[in-house]
């Protein structure tokens, strides 16, 4: 069901959660707006995704702590937003998990790019321990949300030791973003507003559930080999001892000073981990010939140019597959890269994938870089799908 009021839209679902969206720039109606829906269904969790051009994390958060202080929260800063009513840009949309279903705790990892990782393992082997020590809670109903700052380039190590310490838990999440600025990306916690730092929120529920990442590209033969680089950066300088822009460029058929976003993103490397490909996508072109990457990167790592299969049509079949799963699917939460975005634009194909979103009732938001278990990824679609609430045996 679906309602408009003061340029806030609310989106109700049977598995009882909420999402309240807008366009408007104004960040305390729209946290009034949170506040009466929190009031009226007993709110116990609310995420928070918005873009940086709608609204100001820190007038964000000091109206959360004024109308709101006792709602546990996060959220992030985007790179687009996924509403009840599709892909958009330049939006805020609050997704609320009623107390009736989900329990929730969560922890905020600061200082990410400079921590020892033993001290993020520690976090979060204390979060699980605590959480897990109730009568009730099954880790067969326990699943984790990660939300990372898009910038901190330590994505790859705090997801691992994040998975490492959750067990069986299952882990989906994404990286925050700043509309490709690149220039700062905000967390929201609780009422504060952090950098360099990232969110884990483990929610139990009653309402079947299934995690699960999807993408669009098949490897081809065509091989790329970093012969230098600046791994701590995520920089290319060389593939196969030439500069990476004017090698990547030949490699695609264009020439290095045509490279653009939407040129990575429709024609991303990947590289092969145990049998599988995963994308390594490429962030930007610098001036020096370098190419930035979203993910790590390191000499002698053997990447694949990949051809992409049809976007929207992977898609909706792999959301179809998980709906089979569950046996019909009421909502989903989904971290959605970038880069699919500006590739389903240059195909021109954007407004179908938001079709399929909408119709899938997706709600989430684009990302600078995915979280599925272990790993970070990019050019990927990562999601948890909710089910229909299971009926009490008679």
């Given at each position: 069901?679906?309602?408009?009021?003061?340029?806030?839209?609310?989106?109700?679902?049977?598995?009882?959660?909420?999402?309240?969206?807008?366009?408007?720039?104004?960040?305390?109606?729209?946290?009034?707006?949170?506040?009466?829906?929190?009031?009226?269904?007993?709110?116990?969790?609310?995420?928070?995704?918005?873009?940086?051009?709608?609204?100001?994390?820190?007038?964000?958060?000091?109206?959360?702590?004024?109308?709101?202080?006792?709602?546990p929260h996060a959220g992030c800063t985007t790179a687009g937003e996924i509403t009840p009513d599709g892909l958009h840009?330049?939006?805020?949309?609050?997704?609320?998990?009623?107390?009736?279903?989900?329990?929730?705790?969560?922890?905020?990892?600061?200082?990410?790019?400079?921590?020892?990782?033993?001290?993020?393992?520690?976090?979060?082997?204390?979060?699980?321990?605590?959480?897990?020590?109730?009568?009730?809670?099954?880790?067969?109903?326990?699943?984790?949300?990660?939300?990372?700052?898009?910038?901190?380039?330590?994505?790859?190590?705090?997801?691992?030791?994040?998975?490492?310490?959750?067990?069986?838990?299952?882990?989906?999440?994404?990286?925050?973003?700043?509309?490709?600025?690149?220039?700062?990306?905000?967390?929201?916690?609780?009422?504060?507003?952090?950098?360099?730092?990232?969110?884990?929120?483990?929610?139990?529920?009653?309402?079947?559930?299934?995690?699960?990442?999807?993408?669009?590209?098949?490897?081809?033969?065509?091989?790329?080999?970093?012969?230098?680089?600046?791994?701590?950066?995520?920089?290319?300088?060389?593939?196969?001892?030439?500069?990476?822009?004017?090698?990547?460029?030949?490699?695609?058929?264009?020439?290095?000073?045509?490279?653009?976003?939407?040129?990575?993103?429709?024609?991303?490397?990947?590289?092969?981990?145990?049998?599988?490909?995963?994308?390594?996508?490429?962030?930007?072109?610098?001036?020096?010939?370098?190419?930035?990457?979203?993910?790590?990167?390191?000499?002698?790592?053997?990447?694949?140019?990949?051809?992409?299969?049809?976007?929207?049509?992977?898609?909706?079949?792999?959301?179809?597959?998980?709906?089979?799963?569950?046996?019909?699917?009421?909502?989903?939460?989904?971290?959605?890269?970038?880069?699919?975005?500006?590739?389903?634009?240059?195909?021109?194909?954007?407004?179908?994938?938001?079709?399929?979103?909408?119709?899938?009732?997706?709600?989430?938001?684009?990302?600078?870089?995915?979280?599925?278990?272990?790993?970070?990824?990019?050019?990927?679609?990562?999601?948890?799908?909710?089910?229909?609430?299971?009926?009490?045996?008679?």
């Amino acid at each position: 069901m679906r309602e408009e009021a003061l340029a806030v839209s609310r989106t109700s679902y049977a598995c009882g959660l909420v999402a309240l969206s807008t366009d408007s720039p104004d960040e305390d109606t729209f946290i009034q707006n949170v506040a009466a829906e929190v009031a009226a269904t007993q709110t116990g969790f609310a995420l928070f995704f918005y873009s940086r051009s709608l609204f100001d994390s820190g007038r964000l958060a000091e109206s959360l702590k004024r109308r709101l202080p006792a709602l546990p929260h996060a959220g992030c800063t985007t790179a687009g937003e996924i509403t009840p009513d599709g892909l958009h840009e330049g939006q805020a949309v609050a997704l609320l998990f009623p107390s009736n279903g989900f329990a929730a705790s969560g922890t905020l990892l600061q200082s990410i790019s400079t921590s020892d990782i033993k001290t993020v393992s520690a976090q979060v082997d204390a979060l699980r321990r605590s959480f897990t020590a109730g009568p009730d809670r099954k880790e067969t109903n326990i699943f984790a949300i990660c939300l990372i700052d898009g910038l901190s380039y330590s994505e790859e190590s705090v997801t691992s030791a994040i998975h490492w310490e959750l067990e069986d838990i299952p882990l989906v999440g994404g990286s925050a973003g700043d509309e490709l600025k690149f220039e700062k990306t905000s967390l929201l916690w609780n009422g504060g507003v952090y950098t360099d730092s990232a969110v884990v929120v483990l929610f139990a529920t009653d309402i079947p559930f299934h995690t699960f990442k999807t993408d669009n590209f098949i490897a081809t033969e065509n091989k790329l080999v970093v012969t230098a680089s600046d791994p701590a950066r995520r920089i290319v300088r060389e593939f196969n001892a030439t500069p990476a822009a004017e090698e990547y460029a030949g490699a695609v058929g264009l020439l290095p000073n045509d490279l653009t976003p939407l040129s990575f993103a429709s024609h991303p490397t990947v590289v092969r981990v145990g049998g599988e490909y995963f994308c390594r996508s490429i962030q930007k072109s610098n001036p020096d010939g370098s190419l930035s990457f979203f993910c790590a990167i390191d000499d002698g790592i053997v990447l694949s140019i990949a051809r992409a299969v049809d976007l929207v049509e992977s898609t909706e079949a792999a959301l179809n597959e998980v709906e089979n799963v569950l046996g019909g699917t009421d909502v989903i939460l989904g971290f959605d890269c970038v880069l699919r975005r500006l590739d389903a634009v240059n195909r021109q194909s954007v407004r179908d994938l938001s079709d399929v979103y909408k119709k899938k009732h997706v709600v989430g938001f684009g990302t600078y870089g995915e979280q599925y278990q272990s790993l970070h990824l990019n050019q990927t679609f990562t999601g948890i799908a909710f089910g229909h609430r299971r009926q009490a045996a008679e």
